[in-house]
């Protein structure tokens, strides 16, 4: 009876240590520097991808995806700029506390956030991600 009650004790420590692990409040807040960094680095230019690796080296299928498709557009290399968040830590994660969003590649066009992988492709596929660039003067109307 005791090792019954002593393992259910247990298994319920367990899943609530888990869920605090889980859950926003033992994330690390972002510094306000942290933060000014990023916000400078998702306004300096246009189009600001978040990736693992680099345009001409992905280090994973979605950053690759997301570089195909910017790819497609001939994007100008002034109006483009890339950080590789295998590089730094803290921008790895510091970008997903920046935007509320848990993965990267994240896809950042006039400072705004746009999506990660998925939400790119869709846009893309349905030719909104054209016009949202076509909209900020990234590519030019054919």
């Known amino acids: 009876?005791?090792?019954s009650t002593l393992r259910t004790s247990i298994s319920l420590h367990r899943s609530t240590v888990s869920r605090y692990l889980r859950s926003q409040t033992f994330r690390r807040p972002l510094s306000q520097e942290s933060r000014t960094k990023i916000q400078a680095a998702v306004t300096e230019y246009p189009v600001v991808l978040f990736m693992?690796?680099?345009?001409?080296?992905?280090?994973?299928?979605?950053?690759?995806?997301?570089t195909t498709i910017l790819n497609a557009f001939d994007i100008s290399p002034d109006?483009?700029?890339?950080?590789?968040v295998l590089e730094d830590l803290e921008l790895r994660t510091g970008i997903k506390e920046f935007s509320e969003w848990?993965?990267?590649?994240?896809?950042?066009?006039?400072?705004e956030f746009v999506g990660?992988?998925?939400?790119t492709l869709s846009?893309?596929?349905?030719?909104?991600?054209?016009?949202?660039?076509?909209?900020?003067?990234?590519?030019?109307?054919?």
């Open 1 to 3: 009876m005791f090792q």
């Open 52 to 66: 693992k690796g680099s345009p001409e080296q992905p280090m994973c299928g979605f950053s690759r995806g997301i």
């Open 79 to 84: 109006k483009f700029k890339t950080y590789n």
């Open 102 to 111: 848990p993965t990267i590649p994240q896809l950042y066009v006039n400072g």
């Open 116 to 119: 990660g992988s998925d939400i």
């Open 123 to 142: 846009m893309f596929q349905s030719g909104e991600l054209e016009t949202l660039l076509k909209q900020h003067g990234v590519i030019l109307e054919k």
